[in-house]
Protein backbone atom coordinates (compact mmCIF):
# COMPACT_ATOMS: atom_id res chain seq x y z
CA UNK A 1 0.00 0.00 0.00
CA UNK A 2 3.26 2.27 -0.20
CA UNK A 3 2.45 5.03 -2.81
CA UNK A 4 -1.03 3.57 -2.85
CA UNK A 5 -4.76 2.73 -1.62
CA UNK A 6 -6.12 -0.44 0.24
CA UNK A 7 -7.31 -1.56 -2.96
CA UNK A 8 -4.40 -0.75 -4.96
CA UNK A 9 -2.31 -2.70 -2.28
CA UNK A 10 -4.81 -5.86 -2.07
CA UNK A 11 -4.60 -6.29 -5.68
CA UNK A 12 -0.75 -5.89 -6.05
CA UNK A 13 -0.59 -8.72 -3.00
CA UNK A 14 -3.02 -11.22 -4.59
CA UNK A 15 -0.97 -10.79 -7.64
CA UNK A 16 1.67 -11.96 -5.03
CA UNK A 17 -0.01 -14.65 -3.55
CA UNK A 18 -2.79 -15.90 -5.70
CA UNK A 19 -6.48 -14.57 -6.33
CA UNK A 20 -8.09 -16.52 -4.04
CA UNK A 21 -5.98 -15.46 -0.83
CA UNK A 22 -6.27 -11.14 -1.42
CA UNK A 23 -8.32 -10.21 1.47
CA UNK A 24 -10.69 -7.01 0.90
CA UNK A 25 -10.20 -3.53 1.29
CA UNK A 26 -12.73 -3.76 4.18
CA UNK A 27 -11.57 -6.84 5.56
CA UNK A 28 -7.84 -5.03 5.48
CA UNK A 29 -9.08 -2.00 7.55
CA UNK A 30 -11.10 -4.50 10.44
CA UNK A 31 -8.47 -6.47 11.53
CA UNK A 32 -5.82 -3.40 11.60
CA UNK A 33 -8.64 -2.04 14.02
CA UNK A 34 -8.47 -4.88 16.43
CA UNK A 35 -5.00 -3.35 17.94
CA UNK A 36 -5.49 -0.94 20.73
CA UNK A 37 -2.54 1.78 20.96
CA UNK A 38 -0.98 0.54 24.14
CA UNK A 39 -0.44 -3.60 22.76
CA UNK A 40 0.70 -1.80 19.12
CA UNK A 41 3.45 0.16 20.91
CA UNK A 42 4.09 -2.72 22.99
CA UNK A 43 4.71 -4.89 20.19
CA UNK A 44 7.03 -2.55 18.71
CA UNK A 45 8.82 -2.64 21.61
CA UNK A 46 9.02 -6.21 21.40
CA UNK A 47 9.77 -6.49 17.68
CA UNK A 48 12.96 -3.96 18.09
CA UNK A 49 14.11 -5.65 21.18
CA UNK A 50 14.18 -9.18 18.85
CA UNK A 51 16.12 -7.29 15.91
CA UNK A 52 18.59 -5.79 18.41
CA UNK A 53 18.86 -9.28 19.54
CA UNK A 54 20.27 -9.78 16.05
CA UNK A 55 23.23 -7.95 16.49
CA UNK A 56 24.13 -8.09 19.80
CA UNK A 57 27.40 -9.84 19.31
CA UNK A 58 28.36 -7.48 15.94
CA UNK A 59 30.81 -5.91 17.85
CA UNK A 60 30.19 -3.03 15.23
CA UNK A 61 27.28 -2.17 16.78
CA UNK A 62 28.47 0.42 19.41
CA UNK A 63 27.55 0.83 22.76
CA UNK A 64 26.75 3.23 24.44
CA UNK A 65 24.58 4.94 22.17
CA UNK A 66 23.34 8.72 21.14
CA UNK A 67 20.15 9.23 20.15
CA UNK A 68 18.28 11.99 18.44
CA UNK A 69 14.68 12.90 19.80
CA UNK A 70 12.30 14.14 17.28
CA UNK A 71 8.12 14.64 16.45
CA UNK A 72 7.51 14.50 12.79
CA UNK A 73 4.36 14.97 11.13
CA UNK A 74 1.52 12.78 8.71
CA UNK A 75 -0.75 15.63 6.68
CA UNK A 76 -4.46 15.16 7.31
CA UNK A 77 -6.90 16.87 4.85
CA UNK A 78 -10.37 15.87 6.52
CA UNK A 79 -12.60 17.31 8.73
CA UNK A 80 -11.07 18.09 12.51
CA UNK A 81 -14.36 17.78 14.04
CA UNK A 82 -13.85 14.76 16.82
CA UNK A 83 -10.67 14.14 15.62
CA UNK A 84 -8.79 15.02 19.35
CA UNK A 85 -4.86 13.50 17.99
CA UNK A 86 -5.23 15.36 15.04
CA UNK A 87 -3.00 18.72 15.70
CA UNK A 88 -2.28 21.83 14.28
CA UNK A 89 1.34 22.44 11.94
CA UNK A 90 3.74 25.33 12.74
CA UNK A 91 2.54 27.02 9.91
CA UNK A 92 -0.96 27.63 11.80
CA UNK A 93 -2.68 26.87 8.31
CA UNK A 94 -2.05 22.76 8.28
CA UNK A 95 -3.60 19.69 9.93
CA UNK A 96 -1.51 16.22 11.13
CA UNK A 97 -1.15 13.08 12.64
CA UNK A 98 2.05 13.75 14.85
CA UNK A 99 4.99 11.19 16.49
CA UNK A 100 7.72 11.74 18.39
CA UNK A 101 10.12 9.25 17.80
CA UNK A 102 13.92 8.38 19.36
CA UNK A 103 16.95 7.14 16.91
CA UNK A 104 20.35 5.77 17.24
CA UNK A 105 22.28 8.56 15.18
CA UNK A 106 26.10 8.97 14.61
CA UNK A 107 28.74 6.10 13.51
CA UNK A 108 26.00 3.16 14.38
CA UNK A 109 23.62 1.39 12.77
CA UNK A 110 20.14 4.01 12.47
CA UNK A 111 17.35 2.35 14.27
CA UNK A 112 14.09 3.60 15.98
CA UNK A 113 14.07 2.39 19.32
CA UNK A 114 10.92 4.06 20.47
CA UNK A 115 7.92 5.96 19.31
CA UNK A 116 5.08 7.83 20.83
CA UNK A 117 1.70 9.10 20.08
CA UNK A 118 1.66 13.18 20.48
CA UNK A 119 -1.80 14.57 21.91
CA UNK A 120 -1.89 18.14 21.42
CA UNK A 121 -4.39 20.89 23.08
CA UNK A 122 -6.02 22.16 19.58
CA UNK A 123 -9.07 24.44 19.12
CA UNK A 124 -11.15 21.45 18.33
CA UNK A 125 -11.05 19.63 21.14
CA UNK A 126 -10.61 19.07 24.54
CA UNK A 127 -6.99 18.07 25.12
CA UNK A 128 -5.09 19.73 28.20
CA UNK A 129 -1.90 21.49 26.80
CA UNK A 130 0.95 19.03 25.55
CA UNK A 131 3.56 18.58 28.07
CA UNK A 132 6.54 17.59 25.82
CA UNK A 133 8.53 16.70 28.65
CA UNK A 134 6.75 13.96 29.41
CA UNK A 135 6.70 12.34 25.83
CA UNK A 136 10.84 12.76 26.08
CA UNK A 137 10.86 10.53 29.46
CA UNK A 138 8.64 7.75 27.93
CA UNK A 139 10.81 7.69 24.86
CA UNK A 140 13.96 7.32 26.90
CA UNK A 141 12.55 5.06 29.19
CA UNK A 142 11.81 2.85 26.65
CA UNK A 143 14.86 3.14 24.44
CA UNK A 144 17.14 2.49 27.20
CA UNK A 145 15.32 -0.78 27.70
CA UNK A 146 17.31 -1.99 24.79
CA UNK A 147 20.30 -0.09 25.26
CA UNK A 148 22.48 1.85 26.91
CA UNK A 149 22.00 6.07 26.00
CA UNK A 150 24.79 7.96 26.55
CA UNK A 151 23.59 11.21 24.85
CA UNK A 152 20.64 12.79 23.13
CA UNK A 153 20.24 15.36 20.77
CA UNK A 154 17.05 17.64 20.29
CA UNK A 155 15.81 20.19 18.35
CA UNK A 156 14.83 23.79 19.80
CA UNK A 157 11.48 22.31 20.03
CA UNK A 158 13.06 20.87 23.16
CA UNK A 159 14.23 23.73 24.80
CA UNK A 160 12.91 23.52 27.87
CA UNK A 161 13.74 23.49 31.54
CA UNK A 162 11.50 20.47 32.14
CA UNK A 163 12.86 18.52 29.41
CA UNK A 164 16.60 19.46 30.75
CA UNK A 165 15.59 17.96 34.32
CA UNK A 166 14.01 15.15 32.58
CA UNK A 167 17.03 13.93 30.59
CA UNK A 168 18.90 14.89 33.61
CA UNK A 169 16.89 12.60 36.04
CA UNK A 170 17.14 9.89 33.71
CA UNK A 171 20.97 9.79 33.54
CA UNK A 172 21.59 10.89 30.22
CA UNK A 173 23.39 13.74 28.89
CA UNK A 174 21.67 15.74 26.25
CA UNK A 175 22.96 18.46 23.63
CA UNK A 176 19.96 21.19 22.74
CA UNK A 177 20.37 24.20 21.08
CA UNK A 178 18.68 27.23 23.07
CA UNK A 179 16.09 29.84 21.99
CA UNK A 180 18.06 33.29 21.85
CA UNK A 181 16.62 35.54 24.50
CA UNK A 182 17.84 38.55 26.40
CA UNK A 183 20.11 37.08 28.31
CA UNK A 184 21.90 35.27 25.40
CA UNK A 185 22.21 38.20 23.70
CA UNK A 186 23.92 40.28 26.39
CA UNK A 187 26.00 37.42 26.70
CA UNK A 188 26.64 37.31 22.65
CA UNK A 189 27.29 41.34 23.01
CA UNK A 190 29.88 40.65 25.36
CA UNK A 191 32.00 38.16 23.80
CA UNK A 192 31.88 40.68 20.66
CA UNK A 193 33.31 43.42 23.17
CA UNK A 194 35.91 41.03 24.64
CA UNK A 195 36.64 39.36 20.96
CA UNK A 196 35.68 35.91 22.22
CA UNK A 197 34.61 33.68 19.33
CA UNK A 198 33.77 30.39 22.19
CA UNK A 199 32.52 30.92 25.37
CA UNK A 200 30.87 28.59 28.54
CA UNK A 201 28.62 29.62 31.06
CA UNK A 202 27.60 27.35 34.27
CA UNK A 203 23.81 27.45 34.91
CA UNK A 204 21.41 25.26 37.03
CA UNK A 205 17.90 23.93 36.45
CA UNK A 206 15.69 24.46 39.22
CA UNK A 207 12.02 22.72 38.65
CA UNK A 208 9.62 20.59 40.09
CA UNK A 209 11.01 17.71 39.13
CA UNK A 210 14.62 18.81 40.79
CA UNK A 211 17.73 20.84 39.87
CA UNK A 212 20.84 20.16 38.56
CA UNK A 213 24.24 21.82 37.15
CA UNK A 214 24.28 22.70 33.19
CA UNK A 215 26.23 24.72 30.97
CA UNK A 216 25.45 27.05 28.18
CA UNK A 217 28.15 26.68 25.38
CA UNK A 218 28.57 29.86 22.89
CA UNK A 219 30.43 28.31 19.33
CA UNK A 220 30.11 29.95 16.15
CA UNK A 221 27.57 29.24 14.14
CA UNK A 222 27.43 26.95 11.07
CA UNK A 223 25.03 28.09 8.83
CA UNK A 224 25.41 32.17 9.67
CA UNK A 225 28.08 34.39 10.71
CA UNK A 226 26.75 34.91 14.10
CA UNK A 227 26.87 32.23 17.75
CA UNK A 228 24.87 29.32 18.27
CA UNK A 229 23.68 28.87 21.78
CA UNK A 230 23.49 24.96 22.73
CA UNK A 231 22.19 23.65 26.50
CA UNK A 232 24.18 20.80 27.95
CA UNK A 233 24.54 18.75 30.98
CA UNK A 234 28.15 17.74 30.57
CA UNK A 235 30.98 18.84 31.61
CA UNK A 236 32.61 20.95 28.91
CA UNK A 237 35.31 23.37 28.90
CA UNK A 238 35.66 26.17 26.83
CA UNK A 239 38.29 24.58 24.75
CA UNK A 240 36.48 21.61 23.88
CA UNK A 241 32.97 23.42 23.45
CA UNK A 242 32.86 23.41 19.90
CA UNK A 243 34.50 20.15 19.22
CA UNK A 244 31.81 19.17 21.59
CA UNK A 245 29.09 20.36 19.73
CA UNK A 246 30.02 19.33 16.27
CA UNK A 247 28.01 16.55 17.34
CA UNK A 248 24.81 17.77 17.34
CA UNK A 249 25.15 18.15 13.18
CA UNK A 250 24.48 13.66 13.77
CA UNK A 251 21.11 14.81 14.58
CA UNK A 252 20.46 15.55 10.38
CA UNK A 253 20.10 11.41 10.02
CA UNK A 254 16.67 11.72 11.74
CA UNK A 255 15.56 13.92 9.19
CA UNK A 256 16.22 11.52 5.71
CA UNK A 257 14.76 8.75 8.65
CA UNK A 258 11.85 10.44 8.53
CA UNK A 259 11.63 10.92 4.70
CA UNK A 260 12.37 7.46 3.64
CA UNK A 261 9.54 6.37 6.50
CA UNK A 262 7.03 8.21 4.64
CA UNK A 263 8.24 7.87 1.11
CA UNK A 264 9.08 4.43 1.28
CA UNK A 265 7.26 2.27 3.73
CA UNK A 266 4.05 4.65 5.02
CA UNK A 267 0.81 2.57 3.50
CA UNK A 268 -1.52 5.31 2.24
CA UNK A 269 -5.08 5.81 3.54
CA UNK A 270 -7.75 8.36 3.88
CA UNK A 271 -9.08 6.90 7.40
CA UNK A 272 -10.18 9.05 9.79
CA UNK A 273 -9.59 6.32 12.41
CA UNK A 274 -6.46 6.56 14.77
CA UNK A 275 -6.22 3.32 15.38
CA UNK A 276 -5.77 2.90 11.71
CA UNK A 277 -3.31 5.70 11.32
CA UNK A 278 -1.28 4.80 14.37
CA UNK A 279 -0.59 1.39 12.61
CA UNK A 280 0.65 2.24 9.49
CA UNK A 281 3.00 4.77 11.06
CA UNK A 282 4.30 2.24 13.63
CA UNK A 283 4.40 -0.33 11.00
CA UNK A 284 6.63 1.71 8.33
CA UNK A 285 8.93 2.32 11.42
CA UNK A 286 9.32 -1.70 11.90
CA UNK A 287 9.43 -1.65 7.84
CA UNK A 288 12.54 0.97 7.89
CA UNK A 289 14.25 -0.91 11.51
CA UNK A 290 14.28 -3.91 9.40
CA UNK A 291 15.55 -2.34 6.21
CA UNK A 292 18.44 -1.01 8.44
CA UNK A 293 19.61 -3.93 10.24
CA UNK A 294 19.49 -5.94 6.91
CA UNK A 295 21.77 -3.53 5.65
CA UNK A 296 23.74 -3.49 8.61
CA UNK A 297 24.34 -7.65 8.56
CA UNK A 298 24.80 -7.65 5.08
CA UNK A 299 27.89 -4.49 5.19
CA UNK A 300 28.98 -6.62 8.38
CA UNK A 301 28.87 -9.80 6.67
CA UNK A 302 31.41 -8.79 3.74
CA UNK A 303 33.28 -6.57 6.03
CA UNK A 304 32.65 -3.36 4.89
CA UNK A 305 32.60 0.27 6.63
CA UNK A 306 29.66 1.05 8.73
CA UNK A 307 28.98 4.26 6.81
CA UNK A 308 25.10 5.67 6.67
CA UNK A 309 24.60 5.00 2.76
CA UNK A 310 22.52 1.87 2.58
CA UNK A 311 23.97 -0.42 -0.03
CA UNK A 312 20.48 -2.20 -0.33
CA UNK A 313 17.32 0.01 -1.23
CA UNK A 314 14.38 0.42 0.81
CA UNK A 315 12.21 -1.25 -2.14
CA UNK A 316 14.32 -4.15 -2.62
CA UNK A 317 13.98 -4.91 1.08
CA UNK A 318 10.11 -4.68 0.87
CA UNK A 319 10.34 -7.49 -1.74
CA UNK A 320 12.25 -9.45 -0.11
CA UNK A 321 9.95 -9.55 3.05
CA UNK A 322 7.00 -9.14 0.91
CA UNK A 323 8.89 -12.94 -0.42
CA UNK A 324 9.33 -14.14 2.95
CA UNK A 325 6.07 -13.85 3.82
CA UNK A 326 4.69 -16.56 0.91
CA UNK A 327 3.92 -19.86 1.35
CA UNK A 328 6.13 -22.36 0.50
CA UNK A 329 5.28 -23.66 -2.41
Not at 94 to 123: D, H
Not at 220 to 225: E, F, G, H, L
Request: charged fraction near 25%.
Amino acid sequence: MVGCGTAQGAARFQYRRGKEYGPHGDTHLRAVKQFEANSLLDGFNAATNQLLSVIESEVTFRRPVTVALDITTVPYFGSVEGMSMVSGTKDGDGRAFKFATLSIVGQNVPLVLAVEPVRESSAWDDNPSNRIHRVVRRLVRQAKEHVPIEMVLCDREFDSMRVFQTLSNLGVNYLIPKRITGSERKAIEQMVQDDQEIAVESASVHVEQGSHAMEFLYVPSTKTDGTTVFATNARVTPEEAEAFCRRYSNRWQIENEYKSIKHDFLAKTSSKDYRVRLFYFVFAVLLYNIWRLTDFLLKAGADGGMDYAPIITAGECVELASSALLPPD
